[in-house]
């Protein structure tokens, strides 16, 4: 497995509009935010933020791939190690992830994201 970096951390909030202004003010770039979440960056550092109505993840921190039979490869061996790890989910910006767990139960997250070209 090569990860590329750690991508992003992913915090829950109670409110997703004075979360996103409050990091905002301290600097952050606002690159999506919907009812249920946001997300945001610092440099090539990503910040998301989940609000009380989204489902698909909670509280985790995500390892970055740039290549997507990298994420492949990374899922298969820790599905044959037996990690506690969901489907590959693809997403609707070109992104694939999938979420697990590390033996003390802390939600991680493998994300492919697409070299931007350009």
């Known amino acids: 497995m090569q990860l590329k970096r750690l991508g992003h951390v992913a915090i829950c909030v109670q409110d997703i509009k004075t979360a996103a202004n409050f990091y905002q003010n301290l600097g952050m770039e606002l690159v999506w935010q919907d009812s249920d979440w946001a997300y945001l960056k610092a440099g090539d550092d ?10 698909q993840a909670r509280s ?59």
């Not at 599905?79 to 910006?93: F, K, V, Y």
């Not at 802390?106 to 350009?118: C, R, T, V």
């Open 46 to 55: 990503g910040l998301a933020l989940l609000g009380p109505g989204y489902s």
């Open 60 to 118: 985790h921190f995500g390892f970055v791939f740039s290549d997507r039979t990298e994420i492949e490869t990374a899922y298969q061996q820790l599905q044959q190690q037996g990690a506690e790890i969901t489907p590959i989910h693809e997403h609707r910006d070109g992104t694939a992830s999938f979420y697990g767990r590390d033996p003390d139960g802390n939600a991680f997250e493998y994300l492919y994201e697409p070299i931007k070209k350009g």
